[in-house]
């Protein structure tokens, strides 16, 4: 593919996008008449209304729903197949997803578990999943409430075995969502620590995507805009929560994020973490990829030298002559997002955890470490786990 | 919507991108059993075998097809409704516009025509249009062999009516083509000056769609790369039409700015081009854009200040502190292109048109002048055609 500029891009969902616009809902084409609506398990969503607003807008449009809340923050194979089971039970056309990630890449589970009748695992590729294709879903409303995932533009979902402690990605063309409703009001309330989690995770999409083998010029020109907006206006999320303009700025970049996994894809970083949490659950993800990053693409510095220059360009807006220079912005930014103290060891990670870390990242994740800009050992991976932990 | 950050991005089409990509089409998912090929009257898409390669990928596939071959370069109402008629006799149940935007523009006249029935002027909105919503049409596989009108990645089309003279733009998402295949191996035998003229419409997209006050935040992302590279690799493409790498940049501009088109809005220009050769049909397109674009954009310079500059930064690669740089940069390309050359006057325009091009302008194209930075009097459009005819 490099060097000779053959690509595709397809995104089929419509995006909405804008403060306020989740209140406008029904006066928007929705794909079906009874909803599966997919909350996680938290007070969050009733708390600030965000549900409420939502049924609203669906009592309004003469839609019927049923509300599925049990969503943890690491979705599991076993709420998906709940999930299935409510949508059933109540004969739902499609499912919404309102919340972070988890919330969202359940919906999606659940769109094709309920669509396509069976196990959801028969349906993940890689590892101990069956690898059977997924021919259709159910269609899916994708309402964002963090800004990081970027899932409601993409074709992407994560969910985890409890059984095989596998954090599994899945993917198919079905499971683009039909319409996303990306309404940067239902971001204000996140508190800091989270808006920088969030924020680097989206950031970590455009960062890996550019050096990926996968890149392409319309990927390219996503992760260069979304690594710019990140770099100069999380901080400012992070440390003024109410900055409505800064929310709308991460909000937006962590979308183009989101389309950058549509149109490249992530590396090796991101099946590193996903091993990570899938042995602590309680490590947010954004939290793993932070941790990591530093011993990470310092590992690629000397592979992918000119993407490297153009990322620190696009973060500090000067010319760059070594690509260490990202490095070191990327330093410079966890510092202003009041992140460089994340730490595994406060997580309960040891260095006797890098080998069993390093097997399942390449048991469950080696699709993406085949994308990095150099194939990286199994040695080397132990190295980065050890690196990372002992930082 | 500005200052505000609402906006919306919907672009289904599937873009499959790469020289040689026509000869892999049997191995794509085809809407449908059943093909009208839309193709132009000359002679250029038999002689350099472009028809026979689809043609033979469609029989692979096992797609029956049968080919509607007398398009002109400005297509009419009039091969609309018979190439219409063509695909309902043959009861086709797809359209695929091989060719420059006539033919595609015109196959996805046919595919509204077709699926909706009656007359294609009764679903032209504006000017002596009927006006009925479009609310369906058959599935549309877009081909371009010019890079210049982005056709395949946008919900346009424009055609001319001989009766009223009047060259219409038309919409709907419903005409956002299916599948679009841009392949820069069909791009090579395209001469110099028709290389420059249709490289020019592209600019000129990506421009106006930037300056055009329907702006978003991803159509500007798109317009300002379109104008990057269009500057860089449209006057090599010209000197040197043999250049591949320069023909598949070009041909990447062309659709990166009709996902300009797709995501903002063409302005006033191309309202005024389109009432300069609903005159002189013989006229192209793209040498009526260049001959107007002078005193076009100088009506702006003061209007849209941090936009010109930011379109002269993108092609000069340098800072830019005064809007007419753009203005320079926009003649310094003219003049790479061997384009400074045209005028109004070679193809029989006077200074006694102006008034009758002004109205028709405004009587079709006013809601792109409306998109203008600043609203254009009548007298102003005027004087923009006089000093354009007597340049």
Known sequence: ?????????????????????????????????????????????????????????????????????????????????????????????????????????????????????????????????????????????????????????????????????????????HIFPTLAIVDPELMMSVPPRLTAYQGFDAFFHAAEGYISRAHTPISDLYALEAIRLLYKYLPVAVADPANRWARIKVAWASTLAGMVESTSCCTGEHAMEHALSALKPELPHGAGLIALSGHYFKAFKNDSMKRYMKMAEKMRQVKSARPSDFLDALEVMKRACAVDDVRLADWGFTGADAEALADNAIATGSAMLDLDPRFLTREEIIQIYIDTINA
């Not at 060097?3 to 995006?15: H, R, S, V, W, Y």
């Not at 965000?50 to 049924?55: I, K, N, T």
């Open 1 to 173: 593919m490099r060097g000779q500029m053959k690509f595709g891009l397809n995104i089929p969902t419509k995006l909405v996008f804008g403060a306020g616009e989740l209140k406008n809902l029904s006066a928007m084409t929705l794909p079906g008449k009874r909803a599966l609506i997919v909350i996680s398990a938290g007070t969050s969503m009733k708390k600030h209304g965000y549900l409420d607003m939502l049924v609203e807008q669906l009592d309004k449009a003469g839609v019927a729903h049923t509300t599925f809340d049990k969503i943890s923050p690491n979705p599991t194979h076993a709420h998906v197949m709940q999930g299935s089971q409510v949508c059933l039970d109540h004969q739902c056309d499609f499912v919404i997803g309102l919340g972070g990630g988890s919330s969202i890449d359940t919906a999606k589970a659940i769109a094709i578990t309920a669509a396509m009748g069976g196990d959801f695992w028969d349906y993940v590729s890689g590892g101990t999943g069956g690898g059977k294709p997924v021919e259709r879903a159910l269609p899916i409303v994708a309402i964002p409430t963090t800004a990081g995932t970027g899932t409601e533009v993409d074709l992407w979902g994560v969910v985890t075995n409890e059984t095989t402690h596998e954090k599994m990605g899945f993917g198919s063309p």
